[in-house]
Nanobody
Framework: VQLQASGGGSVQAGGSLRLSCSAS????????MGWFRQAPGKEREFVAS????????YYADTVRGRFTISRDNAENTVRLRLNSLKPEDAGVYYC?????????????????WGQGTQVTVSS
């Protein structure tokens, strides 16, 4: 499956963004989908994931209550709504897909990655 992320941009602290990730070349509903982010000089970190049906979600503690992951299997799209953004949320956001059984924050469980979209948050 090929993944294409979009929707990044620059916002002030407290602002919102919506990221999208479109999938092609596979059966989208076969994949658990996740979002990860990477800030300069830091390791890639888990943000959120959603199971195949969309019924179950999983969030990193740092974003729980502020970010919302969702998916539309009919449109082959997973989205991440980012609210109440903080400067520490800045980085390149990647969508990822994995043919795995349950939600996970482990990046090595995801076999497919998009190219990333930049999120910048100014204080």
């Amino acid at each position: 499956v090929q993944l294409q992320a979009s929707g990044g941009g620059s916002v002030q602290a407290g602002g919102s963004l919506r990221l999208s990730c479109s999938a092609s070349g596979g059966t989208f509903s076969d994949y658990i989908m996740g979002w990860f982010r990477q800030a300069p000089g830091k390791e890639r970190e888990f943000v959120a994931s959603i199971n195949r049906s969309g019924a179950n979600t999983y969030y990193a503690d740092t974003v729980r209550g502020r970010f919302t992951i969702s998916r539309d299997n009919a449109e082959n799209t997973v989205r991440l709504r980012l609210n109440s953004l903080k400067p520490e949320d800045a980085g390149v956001y990647y969508c990822a897909g994995g043919r795995i059984v349950q939600n996970t924050g482990s990046p090595w469980q995801y076999g497919y990655w998009g190219q990333g979209t930049q999120v910048t948050v100014s204080s």
